[in-house]
């Protein structure tokens, strides 16, 4: 049995989220569990409380369900009215390594911010989250994750009918750029100072105490934090798909899998959410969109860094400008890593460029580019096949590795951890989906995730989830999920 909750986001103040019980359902059932998460957590309980406990219908010790409060730009427009219309936080609950964590259930029903919702969550929609946080995490790149998958045994109307589910969500904190924004447009400045002062409670930086440069230190360790997770959704070819600012948490970490896909052929300008038609979260987008959203954090953070506004601009502004070059520096040293140097300042960036223009031109599968190009330098390589046009690069990387020193099989070894040999190919996740739907068993979602949670390997089955041909992604299409 796990220990009581605690109710720390709760006990903010009643700007902060609305008193809220999750709805009912008629036959709660567990469709998905991660043991792994729950081992965690120490969360222990048999099949049917799971089922009751993770749809909402029974709440853990000490847990005071809310709906929090948020705001947000959404396609670059502010929505003053959002919060989370169907979801429900429990509490928090401390792990035995002491760590915090959110639990946090979606589409378990109408709360205060709903709006013309119903609150609910088509089953679909939850497996996809379960399945893309687990892969997420898996490939190394920071995520929520999910702790189960509940169907609920009622019917939820979307484009059509079909069976509901609630996802239990675990996260760090479900603080995102969208809360701060909430309180700074109604000029609420000591909301905004508590959220601030939590969020470095939670996830730092540490040390700062009183220091005159407290907040300003908090923008900075967040861009940081962004900056690493934008670079980690470019080096596996990850596209959110929907980066508005309530979607993006301060804590660095990746949150709603909802129009979420994968990169095939490399393509900087590729989309996939239906509600994206200006292409606004592309793929290659997504740096400088993270960037704009940075900008409206600072926006809220500027009357606690000084009274004096022109002053708190000027203060801020060398962070905001200074992020372009501070993620093409980490950018580099990730694509370095990819091909097999472990200092970045030993390939040429113009190496790289060179590397994705033929990529693009060619419409070349993005990772198994890299896995081939690994296989390159392998004793064995007769059976690996590269692109004509890539002949002359291949060169000319090959003699750079031996220029600094690196061995075949050193450079062989670094790529093996920044390269997956298989990620979730989006015809597949659809099909997992389409099957989990059909059968309500999790058969196919297990089949799918014994592969995807070791990216890295080439297991037995691997080869059944890495097909891929360009034209698997022509016309396809993400959907939000609500």
Same mark, same amino acid.
């Given at each position: 049995m796990t220990a009581a909750l605690q109710t720390n986001y709760a006990q903010l103040g009643p700007e902060f989220s609305s008193p809220t019980q999750p709805g009912r359902c008629s036959r709660p059932s567990v469709l998905l569990w991660n043991e792994a998460l729950a081992d965690t957590l120490g969360i222990d309980f048999d099949p049917q409380q799971q089922a009751l406990v993770f749809s909402g219908q029974k709440l853990l010790p000490g847990s005071q369900p809310v709906a929090m409060a948020y705001s947000g730009h959404q396609f670059g427009q502010f929505n003053p009215h959002l919060g989370d219309g169907r979801a429900h936080l429990l509490g928090e609950l401390t792990s035995s390594q002491g760590e915090q964590f959110d639990v946090h259930l979606k589409g378990s029903g109408r709360t205060p911010y709903s709006r013309n919702g119903d609150g609910l969550c088509a089953l679909k929609p939850a497996v996809r989250e379960f399945l893309m946080s687990e892969a997420m995490h898996a490939l190394g790149v920071p995520t929520t994750r999910t702790l189960a998958v509940v169907s609920t045994g009622d019917t939820v109307m979307r484009q059509t009918p079909g069976p509901g589910a609630v996802v239990t969500r675990i996260a760090n904190s479900h603080l995102r750029i969208g809360t701060f924004e909430h309180f700074a447009a109604r000029g609420q400045h000591q909301a905004v100072q508590t959220l601030a002062d939590l969020a470095i409670a939670l996830h730092g930086p540490e040390n700062l105490g009183d220091k005159p440069t407290k907040y300003l230190d908090f923008l900075s360790h967040v861009i940081d934090l962004q900056i690493n997770l934008v670079v980690e959704w470019m080096r596996v070819g990850f596209i959110?798909?929907? &980066?508005?600012?309530?979607?993006?948490?301060?804590?660095g970490h990746t949150i709603d899998y909802g129009p979420c896909a994968m990169m095939g052929a490399y393509d900087p300008g590729a989309v996939f959410s239906s509600? @994206?038609?200006q292409g606004r979260y592309a793929y290659g987008n997504q740096p400088a969109i993270m960037q704009w959203n940075l900008a409206r954090l /600072?926006?809220?953070?500027? +009357?606690l860094i000084n009274d004096d506004t022109d002053q708190a601009v000027a203060d801020v502004m060398p962070l905001i400008e200074g992020y372009r070059d501070q993620y093409q520096a980490a950018f580099h040293r990730m694509m370095a890593g990819k091909l097999g140097f472990t200092d970045a300042t030993t390939v040429e960036p113009q190496v790289v460029n060179a590397l994705l223009d033929v990529m693009q031109d060619r419409q070349l599968d993005y990772t198994h580019t890299f896995v081939q190009l690994g296989q390159l330098l392998s004793a064995d390589q007769s059976q690996?096949?590269?692109? @004509?046009?890539l002949? @002359?690069?291949?060169?000319?990387?090959? /003699?750079?590795? /031996?220029?600094?020193?690196?061995? +075949?099989?050193? /450079?062989?070894?670094? &790529?093996?951890?920044?390269? +997956?040999?298989?990620?979730?190919?989006?015809?597949?996740?659809?099909?997992t989906l389409e099957e989990t739907e059909q059968s309500r068993q999790a058969d196919a979602v297990m089949a799918m995730l014994k592969v995807l949670r070791k990216p890295y390997e080439v297991q037995a089955e691997t080869a059944l989830y890495q097909a891929f041909d360009a034209d698997d992604d022509l016309n396809?299409?993400?959907?939000c999920g609500t």
């Amino acid at each position: 049995m796990t220990a009581a909750l605690q109710t720390n986001y709760a006990q903010l103040g009643p700007e902060f989220s609305s008193p809220t019980q999750p709805g009912r359902c008629s036959r709660p059932s567990v469709l998905l569990w991660n043991e792994a998460l729950a081992d965690t957590l120490g969360i222990d309980f048999d099949p049917q409380q799971q089922a009751l406990v993770f749809s909402g219908q029974k709440l853990l010790p000490g847990s005071q369900p809310v709906a929090m409060a948020y705001s947000g730009h959404q396609f670059g427009q502010f929505n003053p009215h959002l919060g989370d219309g169907r979801a429900h936080l429990l509490g928090e609950l401390t792990s035995s390594q002491g760590e915090q964590f959110d639990v946090h259930l979606k589409g378990s029903g109408r709360t205060p911010y709903s709006r013309n919702g119903d609150g609910l969550c088509a089953l679909k929609p939850a497996v996809r989250e379960f399945l893309m946080s687990e892969a997420m995490h898996a490939l190394g790149v920071p995520t929520t994750r999910t702790l189960a998958v509940v169907s609920t045994g009622d019917t939820v109307m979307r484009q059509t009918p079909g069976p509901g589910a609630v996802v239990t969500r675990i996260a760090n904190s479900h603080l995102r750029i969208g809360t701060f924004e909430h309180f700074a447009a109604r000029g609420q400045h000591q909301a905004v100072q508590t959220l601030a002062d939590l969020a470095i409670a939670l996830h730092g930086p540490e040390n700062l105490g009183d220091k005159p440069t407290k907040y300003l230190d908090f923008l900075s360790h967040v861009i940081d934090l962004q900056i690493n997770l934008v670079v980690e959704w470019m080096r596996v070819g990850f596209i959110h798909g929907v &980066m508005n600012t309530d979607n993006i948490l301060v804590s660095g970490h990746t949150i709603d899998y909802g129009p979420c896909a994968m990169m095939g052929a490399y393509d900087p300008g590729a989309v996939f959410s239906s509600i @994206d038609h200006q292409g606004r979260y592309a793929y290659g987008n997504q740096p400088a969109i993270m960037q704009w959203n940075l900008a409206r954090l /600072a926006e809220c953070l500027l +009357p606690l860094i000084n009274d004096d506004t022109d002053q708190a601009v000027a203060d801020v502004m060398p962070l905001i400008e200074g992020y372009r070059d501070q993620y093409q520096a980490a950018f580099h040293r990730m694509m370095a890593g990819k091909l097999g140097f472990t200092d970045a300042t030993t390939v040429e960036p113009q190496v790289v460029n060179a590397l994705l223009d033929v990529m693009q031109d060619r419409q070349l599968d993005y990772t198994h580019t890299f896995v081939q190009l690994g296989q390159l330098l392998s004793a064995d390589q007769s059976q690996t096949q590269i692109h @004509d046009q890539l002949t @002359d690069w291949v060169n000319t990387w090959q /003699a750079q590795l /031996a220029q600094h020193g690196i061995s +075949p099989e050193s /450079a062989q070894q670094t &790529m093996g951890r920044h390269n +997956p040999v298989v990620i979730p190919r989006n015809q597949l996740v659809e099909q997992t989906l389409e099957e989990t739907e059909q059968s309500r068993q999790a058969d196919a979602v297990m089949a799918m995730l014994k592969v995807l949670r070791k990216p890295y390997e080439v297991q037995a089955e691997t080869a059944l989830y890495q097909a891929f041909d360009a034209d698997d992604d022509l016309n396809y299409q993400t959907f939000c999920g609500t």
